[in-house]
């Protein structure tokens, strides 16, 4: 069972988005899990037929793992032990499994649905 100061550090992330309809993308850089909860990503995003851009994303997790948005909304809840999860995010629903079953190194899976957004989302996570 993971408590947060299991992921403090800095981390490899590798992850592909794979739309329904559109072309594919894939972010390549390093994600940063501070002490006291403060997550940030950062990396190189290459969409298929489009020049490569620079992308980050923070958020906050909690000592409980929760995870809130940068401007302090709730997210979703992190299983300690794995398994899955969800966020509605009006109209589209947001389901997660996090698979930590080859901790320090884990997967986290993301299926999007809605009138709005349909992809998914497979992120790698390997301690550096």
Known sequence: ????????GRW???RRIVPAAGA?????GVALWAC????????????QGQPPLQAERR???DADLNVFFEDGRFFHQVPPQGGATGH????????VVYD???????EVRWQVRGPRKNYEMISHYSRE
Do not use: I, N
């Not at 069972?1 to 403090?8: I, N, P, R």
């Open 12 to 14: 490899t992330l590798s």
């Open 36 to 47: 006291e909860g403060a997550y940030e990503e950062r990396g190189l995003l290459t969409v």
């Open 100 to 106: 930590f079953a080859g901790w320090p190194r884990f």
């Open 88 to 95: 509605w995010c009006a109209p589209d629903q947001y389901d």
């Open 1 to 8: 069972m993971l408590v947060l100061s299991d992921f403090a």
């Open 24 to 28: 594919p993308a894939r972010f390549e």
């Open 59 to 61: 958020y906050r997790w």
